[in-house]
């Protein structure tokens, strides 16, 4: 009875075959097969905007059996890597200069934008996303969070008000803020200062707000009180009664 092979294709041998060589097809299975899928590197070289990676019926070195995937070369496009209906893990990292979408043929797949390193399962029918939740997260001192396609966090790609619970962290180094008291002492705003003058602070904050016209007579600024309030006022003096305004800070 002739050998067999697992998903991964490994030499499975059949009960009785191979006397006197079955040794060379057991290190074969554990010196090359068994060991490119725990730690094996593949170097995968787009040519095209489609690679398939496939498994066929020998524990020699196959690229689809490794672990980790280095894409490279160029696609000329956004590009997409198939792989076989098996279920294992790759660690694939994409220097194609495309995003790349790894998939099982037919299916979805997770597509993996150039520059970056990801972890995916292939569950027999599609890949996937191995981890979609961490418990606790900490990264380095010149550490940068990113999301949408690799791009730094900001308002535009984030929904604070759902995503974030707590106090605010506020940029250029300064403490947390719970009101806008707190933001505008950790922002460096002393009370009674020129609010405008602080826009390099700011502009983290704010993309643009509306001063009322009506209230924003000849030769006004906008000044804090110390209280948190912000009001049209001339420059030498306090806020107006009457004339403070509220200033959402909105992130979108």
């Given amino acids: 009875m002739a050998s067999t092979y697992s998903d991964l294709k490994f030499e499975l041998i059949a009960t009785g075959e191979q006397s006197g060589t079955w040794g060379s097809t057991t290190n074969t299975n554990l010196g090359t097969a068994i060991e490119q899928a725990i730690a094996g590197k593949a170097d995968i070289t787009f040519s095209s905007t489609t690679e398939s990676l496939t498994l066929t019926d020998t524990n020699a070195a196959q690229d689809a059996r490794a672990l980790y995937l280095n894409l490279g070369g160029t696609p000329g496009g956004a590009a ?137 007579s000849a030769d006004q600024v906008l000044k804090t009180d110390g209280a948190g309030n912000i009001g049209f006022t001339t420059a030498s003096s306090g806020v107006s009664t009457g004339k403070a305004i509220a200033m959402a800070l909105v992130f979108g």
């Fill in 80 to 216: 997409t890597l198939e792989v076989p209906a098996v279920e294992k893990s790759y660690i694939v990292n994409n220097g194609t200069g495309e995003t790349v979408t790894i998939k099982v043929s037919g299916q979805t797949g997770v597509a993996i934008p150039d520059g970056t390193t990801t972890l995916v399962y292939n569950n027999g029918t599609d890949v996937v996303d191995a981890i979609n939740y961490l418990s606790e997260l900490s990264l380095g001192v010149t550490g940068v969070l990113k999301g949408n396609g690799n791009s730094a966090i900001t308002a535009a790609n984030v929904d604070l008000t759902s995503e974030v619970t707590g106090a605010l962290p506020i940029a250029n180094g300064g403490t947390n803020a719970t009101s806008a008291s707190a933001a505008r002492t950790s922002l460096g705003v002393a009370p009674g200062t020129d609010v405008l003058a602080y826009d390099a602070n700011l502009q983290s904050f704010v993309d643009t707000f509306t001063l009322p016209t009506s209230d924003g």
